[in-house]
C-alpha cells in the first residue's frame, strides 16, 4: 500500500529534550515536506526537500531541523523543544505537485 | 505571497441539505492549482476535490462540486446531499505552478444536524 508512515503518533516531552518524528514514503517520491497545524493558523511549512540531500526552508523553519540521506526518509528534529512548538505536525510527499500523500500526525506536546 | 482565506470558522447544515464552505486566494501567478482536504477526526487528510487554474471547467467529485472564479479569486466548495461523515475540517489550499508547497486557509469546521 502507497502510504507515508509517520511516528510517532503522540508524543508528550519536556523543554530542551532533543526529538526525532520520522517520516517514511514507499513511492519513491522526490517532494517531501513537513508542516504544523494550529487552530486559526491551518497548515504552515516548516521544511522541504526535493530530492535527496537537497533541503530548503518553508515559512516557519526556526527551531527544527531536517535531513535527506535516502530519498523515503525526511525526519523532524527538534534540537531544543520549545512550549510553543506544541501543536500538530504532518509530513507529506508528492511526485508531480499534483496529488500529495500525508501521514497520519503527530500530536506534540511540549511542556 | 500568495495567501488563502477561510472566513468561515464554523457552519452547520442539516442532513441532506446543501452547503457551501467559501475559500478566497490572493495571487499574482497564472498558473496553479486549488485543493479542498477534509480533515475528520481521524486527523487524516483526505483530498476531496482539485481544480487546476488553467482549467474553465468547474471540478466535481459525486456530491462535491467547486465554484471556481478565476477573476474573483474564489474557490467555494459545494457539498450536496450533506451525510454525517461529511463531518470534518476543511481545509482550502493553494499551490503555485512553480513549486510544490501547499498555502493553506485556516478551515472551516462542518457540522451535520441529523
Known amino acids: 500500500e502507497a502510504q507515508v508512515t509517520q511516528n510517532p503518533r503522540y508524543l508528550i516531552t519536556v523543554t530542551g529534550k532533543k526529538l526525532t518524528v520520522t517520516c517514511s514514503q514507499n513511492m519513491n517520491h522526490e517532494y517531501m515536506s513537513w508542516y504544523r497545524q494550529d487552530p486559526g493558523l491551518g497548515l504552515r511549512q516548516i521544511y522541504y526537500s526535493m530530492n535527496v540531500e537537497v533541503t530548503d526552508k518553508g515559512d516557519v523553519p526556526e527551531g527544527y531541523k531536517v535531513s535527506r540521506k535516502e530519498k523515503r526518509n525526511f525526519p523532524l528534529i527538534l534540537e531544543s523543544p520549545s512550549p510553543n512548538q506544541t501543536s500538530l505536525y504532518f509530513c507529506a510527499s508528492s511526485l508531480s505537485g499534483v496529488h500529495y500523500t500525508f501521514g497520519s500526525g503527530t500530536r506534540l506536546t511540549v511542556v | 505571497a500568495q495567501t488563502v482565506t477561510q472566513s468561515q470558522p464554523e457552519m452547520s447544515v442539516q442532513e441532506a441539505e446543501t452547503v457551501t464552505l467559501s475559500c478566497t486566494y490572493d495571487t499574482s501567478e497564472s498558473d496553479y ?21 488553467y482549467k474553465q471547467q468547474n471540478a466535481t467529485e459525486n456530491r462535491f462540486s467547486v465554484n471556481f472564479q478565476k477573476a474573483a479569486k474564489s474557490f467555494s466548495l459545494k457539498i450536496s446531499d450533506s451525510q ?16 510544490y508547497q501547499l498555502i493553506w486557509g485556516a478551515g472551516t469546521k462542518l457540522i451535520i444536524k441529523p
Not at chain 2, 486527523?43 to 487554474?53: F, P, Y
Not at chain 2, 454525517?84 to 513549486?99: E, H, I, K
Open chain 2, 33 to 53: 492549482y486549488l485543493f479542498w482536504y477534509k480533515q475528520p477526526p481521524s486527523r487524516q487528510m483526505i483530498l476531496v476535490i482539485r481544480q487546476e487554474a
Open chain 2, 84 to 99: 454525517l461523515g461529511d463531518a470534518a475540517m476543511y481545509f482550502c489550499a493553494y499551490r503555485s505552478g512553480g513549486n
